[in-house]
């Protein structure tokens, strides 16, 4: 079986990312747009377009029952999800098959026991992965008290049903622990109907590191290196690379097999990738999360192992085996991916969309720009803020460090606010380049007078 | 009802004029059309059915009028806003 044409149900620079995939392979394409999307770049690039709502996502992006009969009425036999929407509702893989589609992602069985982050953690345990020290199930105030008492302070509640940080709840004193408890069950309540907590050691000096999997359907699973993506904000990445050298080689190897062990243990299909937390302090790594998706950081993976995601995403779920074995997956150089947003950094990263007056890409042999701007695109105020992904390679980290700032002051941006001053400023930090980092740490600089005044008035480069 | 101000006049005479095109309000299959050409509906008649999975969406007329043509066949897949049926809008 291979695939003829792909309804894609997604916007923005992944939307145009899966079209040239596609095209590389002879696959034809139909883009699902909502109406603020008709006149984008991908809309352009794609063989046909098809508008399955209003701009609001929740009644276009987000249409489980708009997507699928967008795909067949077009004559699509696959749909792409993407990232973000509906890539990890199990529902559009279910109405896929109801609909003789094929969904490219995991089964709709891997997609739900990974959303789930109690059944999660339980596979991750009967896999042999390390989880962190936790209770998953926590439904009254004893049994958290009882849990308190056996972990240890600080610890951190979420809602057992979803992610995101939604409903997330920090304790660090005992005298804490009710109010925290009642905020965190309503907040889990109110956003997934379900106020069941998960509680678990809250690790203070973490380093983020996924490791990007790729299975098939005849059980076999390979792991594509891994990403340290310890730079976030709000729980949202900001700067992402591979291989994560700021961790021992050891711990990186554990991580690689664990995550093997897990895409093998669950028969995962497609593309995935298995979060860890490493605690600096103890030199241990657990299990987070698994991500039932192709990421926004995967072309960091891509850079270094010259493996085209995407196309590999396309061919497993035709039913192909992989070709590759592990043996072949070599990781070459440092590759920085930095998430270009229109956001003002110095006004609490305010969204800021409108018309780009200006969009000018660095250019160079080992510099890549995921994007579907242009001189003109008017960034609308309905989704979310990213603007580009920038990636550098270079043969080590430092020079790859090197090349990133260059990168950065030839990106030309005008029209709406951009990270790119943020950005800049973060590359420059000593701690950055030294890698003495957490993921708490830009939460920090963030709150820094001097920091924050070396981004101000400097939103627009280079305009007179 | 008949407007005298000038700007609001001209309005007016262009809706008289004009066909109302009755575009889909979700994205579907067409399922049918429950009027044809030449019938003549009122704002909350239903003229036409959508259907998504297993749902069915009536849509109706929106205005006063004759139905003059319908725009697609049943079966087809209709895209959100795509006109389905015109109607010639009768005076206010």
């Known amino acids: 079986m291979s695939l003829r044409r792909v309804l894609i149900a997604n916007r923005g620079e992944i939307a145009v990312r899966i079209i040239r995939a596609c095209r590389a392979l002879d696959i034809e394409t139909v883009l699902a747009v909502s109406e603020a999307d008709r006149d984008s770049l991908a809309a352009g690039l794609a063989d046909r377009s098809v508008c399955i709502g209003p701009a609001r996502s929740a009644a276009s992006y ?18 792409h999800p993407g990232y973000g929407f509906l890539a990890e509702n199990a529902a559009l893989g279910d109405a896929c098959a109801k609909m003789g589609l094929t969904f490219i992602g995991p ?6 026991e990974m959303g789930n982050k109690i059944q999660a953690r339980a596979l991750a345990l009967r896999a042999g992965v390390p989880v962190v020290p936790g209770s998953d199930h926590v439904a009254d105030y004893k049994r958290l008290a009882a849990v308190a008492a056996d972990i240890g302070l600080p610890i951190l509640l979420k809602a057992a049903a979803g ?4 409903g997330m709840q920090i304790v660090r004193r005992r005298r804490d622990l009710r109010r925290a408890f009642e905020t965190a069950t309503a907040e889990a309540h109110a956003a997934f109907g379900d106020g069941t907590l998960y509680v678990e050691r809250l690790i203070e000096n973490a380093r983020h590191v996924e490791v990007q ?39 990186r190897e554990r991580m690689r097999e664990a995550a093997v062990n897990l895409a093998v243990g669950v028969r995962y299909e497609n593309a995935g990738t298995v979060e860890f937390i490493v605690d600096q302090d103890t030199e241990q790594f657990f299990f987070l999360e698994v991500n039932t998706r192709i990421q926004v ?30 043996a072949q997956v070599r990781l070459t150089g440092h590759a920085i991916e930095c998430r270009i947003n229109a956001e003002a950094a110095d006004q609490h990263f305010r ?3 409108g018309r780009i007056s200006v969009w000018q890409e660095p250019k160079g042999a ?13 960034v609308p105020p309905f989704y979310d803020s990213l603007l580009a992904k920038l990636i550098v390679v270079g043969a080590h980290r430092a020079q790859t460090i090197e090349r990133m700032r260059a990168a950065l002051d030839q990106f030309d941006i005008r029209g709406v606010d951009t ?46 | 009802m008949e407007l005298t101000v000038g700007s609001i006049r001209i309005a007016v005479d262009r809706a008289r004029r004009q066909a109302h095109q009755v575009a889909a309000p979700l994205l579907g299959i067409f399922q049918e059309a429950l009027v044809q050409a030449g019938a003549r509906v009122q704002p909350d008649t239903s003229v036409a059915i959508i259907r998504v999975m297993q749902d069915d969406t009536v849509v109706k007329a929106g205005v006063r009028g004759t139905v003059l043509q319908v725009l697609v066949s049943s079966g087809d897949l209709v895209e959100y806003g795509q006109p389905l049926l015109q109607i010639g809008m009768e005076a206010l």
């Not at chain 1, 080992?366 to 008017?378: A, E, K, L, Q, W």
């Not at chain 1, 400023?425 to 920091?451: C, H, K, S």
Request: proline share 8%; net charge neutral.
């Open chain 1, 366 to 378: 080992h510099v890549r720009v995921d994007t579907h701007c242009y001189p003109g695109y008017v």
């Open chain 1, 419 to 464: 990270t790119v001053p943020f950005l800049r400023q973060l590359l420059m930090r000593p701690e950055y380049i030294a890698g003495t980092v957490n993921t708490r740490w830009i939460e920090e600089v963030v709150t820094e007078p001097d920091f924050m005044r070396r981004i101000e008035g400097n939103q627009q480069p280079c305009q007179i």
């Open chain 1, 163 to 166: 992610g995101g940080g939604r």
């Open chain 1, 297 to 326: 950081e995967h072309p960091v993976t891509e850079t270094l192992t010259g493996i085209d995601l995407v196309q590999e995403q396309l061919r497993v779920a035709a039913g192909a085996p992989l070709r590759l074995e592990q």
């Open chain 1, 213 to 251: 999997i790729l299975g098939d359907r005849f059980g076999k699973a390979l792991h594509l290196g891994e990403r340290d993506c310890t730079l976030q904000r709000r729980h949202q990445k900001i700067i992402e690379e591979g291989p994560a050298t700021l961790v021992p080689q050891r711990l």
């Open chain 1, 351 to 353: 969204p800021s969309p």
């Open chain 1, 107 to 112: 089964r709709p069985q891997t997609i739900r």
């Open chain 1, 62 to 79: 987000l249409n489980v029952g708009a997507v699928a009969v967008a795909a067949v009425g077009t004559g699509c036999d696959a749909v």
